[in-house]
């Protein structure tokens, strides 16, 4: 047998071990939908059809600039819309995907809490286009992904903030983890929006060594629900001297405060 021919063989066999191993894993552990658990086919990349659209339909809503709650754009005024229109915040305004609910909260929990970090690729991408599309990304000095207690960190593995923020491609930005969390802080799930400002109030601080003055930062967090934490941060940068914070978020779960 001449080498080349050895080796098409080789290769052969190779091919045809890796598809009857791939057949195997599929019988033994079939793929299932990452949202709601739906069998798929790896050509799927992870969600089945119905919970596709449901991301993409979260990905195209309209929302206020302002707060990121899901408005139409007729509802908007000046900016805000009618649930913001009265308050004031910290931070200069925001960019986000979606609204926390369906397929795509689910996306968000398997990247959070089930430590399925590959998710991180799509769902930054999403994040990237918002602030695309909010046209923030020629204004961004820094990116400062909201920080974890290293307790929580070390508990989980990961940011999913700064996982996030690796993932943005603003032209003149660079990440910075100049801002920590200084004080261990609950779980905010079943807290009401003044329990979660005082929750958080004073956990935060930024290093002395920090180059924030002066300077535009974009907050990058996965998930907001009454905006205390991105509140937070922003009046910390701020007192730090920096001329801007904007906020990019994945979702916004106002709704479930309701």
């Known amino acids: 047998m001449q080498p080349m021919e050895k080796t098409s063989v080789i290769r052969a066999v190779r091919t045809g071990g890796s598809r009857w191993a791939e057949g195997v894993r599929h019988l033994l552990w079939p793929e299932s939908c990452a949202a709601c658990g739906a069998a798929i086919t790896r050509q799927d990349e992870g969600l ?72 991180a690729d799509y769902l930054g991408s999403l ?19 909201v920080p974890l207690h290293w307790r929580r960190r070390l508990s989980r593995g990961f940011n999913q903030s700064h996982l996030l923020a690796k993932k943005l491609s603003l032209p003149h930005a660079t990440i910075r983890t100049d801002i920590v969390r200084v004080r261990y802080t609950q779980q905010q799930w079943d807290l009401t929006p003044a329990q ?11 290093r002395k060594a920090h180059p924030f003055r002066g300077k535009n930062i974009l907050l990058v967090d996965d ?36």
């Not at 007729?74 to 910290?90: E, T």
Request: one cysteine or more; proline letters at 2%; aromatic letters at 10%.
């Open 48 to 119: 089945c059809g119905p919970c596709w659209q449901e991301v993409s339909k979260a990905a195209a809503a309209d929302y206020c600039r302002s707060c990121g709650r899901e408005v139409s754009p007729f509802g908007i005024v000046q900016g805000r819309c009618g649930f913001c229109r009265d308050l004031s915040f910290a931070y200069d305004g925001m960019a986000r995907v979606g609204a926390y609910e369906n397929a795509f909260r689910a996306l968000i929990l398997s990247l959070k809490f089930r430590e399925q970090t590959e998710w």
């Open 127 to 145: 994040l990237n286009q918002a602030v695309l599309s909010a046209s923030l990304a020629s204004q961004i000095d820094y990116v400062v992904p």
């Open 196 to 206: 979660r400002r005082r929750n958080v109030k004073g956990a935060f601080a930024v």
């Open 223 to 258: 998930i907001t629900t009454s905006g205390a934490t991105l509140e937070e941060c922003a009046k910390v940068l701020k007192e730090a001297g920096a001329a801007k914070v904007f906020a990019a978020v994945l979702a916004t779960a106002y709704h479930e405060l309701a």
